[in-house]
């Protein structure tokens, strides 16, 4: 009588396959978006501001603190947008003065979307009362609006940048656990997921290895959302004079200075609002086009229960 011998998987299978699921998951909601009209223009309309940011410290040749003519004059020889409440070139500074803004938004979004989506797929997965504690505390949260949040944790230190991210990552956050956790209740019920659990596999790679890759689309969405709400929220906190260090350039703090010449020469307020305006446009016609795409694509993101097995038993 014959013996069937199943090969051993290969150490460290299950952590592959599960970054393969996510990457190619994420890969194909990506894709379906940027194949639209509504994806492409979104798309354009924010790279292009955030080319403008991190690319116009590299292009300027002019110092942005520098004095270069009379306040609000609009000399062209004195730049193509004049100059600013104190003489400055505004060209100039609006090409020093995005960077820190987006670099901000992206670092407080990074975090409030790991931190919320964590609390929300983590609450949906293990469910009873540990479920119950984290979304009413969530829900203690959503009460108090995200400015006044805000406004209450930076007023520590108003000049602190980290303190500025921070508040906003904690802002944001709960609105991000509340979303997931809708969606990560629908993904824990199917078949496969309890498959996997049912075959004694840790709680840790059942989340990322199967709840997770098939939460992309609303993952992919709450980026890009909360994305543009952080550039709002941290250049308006930049306009109240947190999260700035004199005289830094910074499009938030040029829109709060030089308001008393708009009259004048508008020029120091009109391109960093319109900045700003724009690449909150692109990022959530893009984060309209990721959703929009793969609505009603889930199916293709469901794993098969055979498939899931296989992986998480190696």
């Given amino acids: 009588m014959s013996t069937q011998t ?3 998987p290969a150490p460290g299978g299950a952590r592959a396959t599960s970054r393969r699921r996510r990457r190619g998951a994420l890969r194909s909601a990506l894709g379906r978006a940027v194949k639209t ?19 116009g410290p590299i292009l300027s040749k002019t110092d942005p603190n520098a004095f270069a003519g009379a306040p609000f004059s ?17 060209s100039a500074r609006v090409l020093e003065g995005g960077w820190q803004i987006l670099l901000m938004a992206l670092i407080a979004t990074v ?19 540990v479920d119950q504690a984290i979304m009413r505390s969530i829900d203690v949260l959503l009460v108090i609006p995200q400015l006044v949040l805000a406004l209450l944790l930076v007023s520590v230190s108003s000049t602190s940048r980290v303190l500025v991210v921070a508040a906003v990552a ?14 990560a209740q629908g993904v824990c019920e199917r078949d496969f997921v309890k498959a996997v659990a049912m075959w004694g596999v840790p709680r840790r790679r059942v989340i990322f290895g199967q709840v997770v890759p098939n939460l992309v689309t609303p993952l992919s969405v709450e980026v890009g959302l909360r994305l543009s ?16 260090v004199p005289p830094d350039p910074n499009w938030g703090t040029m829109v709060n200075e030089n308001r008393i010449g708009l009259e004048v020469s508008p020029w120091g307020v009109v391109v960093p609002a319109i900045l700003l305006g724009v690449l909150a446009v692109g990022i959530n016609m893009f984060s309209d086009a990721i959703a929009r795409a793969n609505l009603g694509n889930s ?7 055979t498939t899931a097995l296989a992986g998480e038993k190696a």
């Fill in 37 to 55: 009209a509504r994806g492409r223009i979104g798309l354009l309309l924010a790279l292009s501001v955030g080319g403008i940011a991190f690319l």
């Fill in 170 to 183: 904690v802002s944001q956050a709960p609105q991000i656990a509340r979303v997931i956790h809708g969606s």
């Fill in 6 to 8: 199943v090969p051993k």
């Fill in 299 to 305: 199916g293709a993101e469901m794993l098969e229960i």
């Fill in 74 to 90: 609009a000399d062209p020889g004195l730049g193509p947008l004049g100059t600013d409440v104190l003489g400055r070139s505004v």
């Fill in 229 to 244: 709400f952080s550039i709002v929220l941290i250049s308006g906190l930049n306009f109240l004079g947190f999260g700035v």
């Fill in 111 to 129: 975090i409030a979307v790991a931190v919320g989506a964590f609390l929300g797929v983590f609450a949906a997965y293990v469910e009873g009362w």
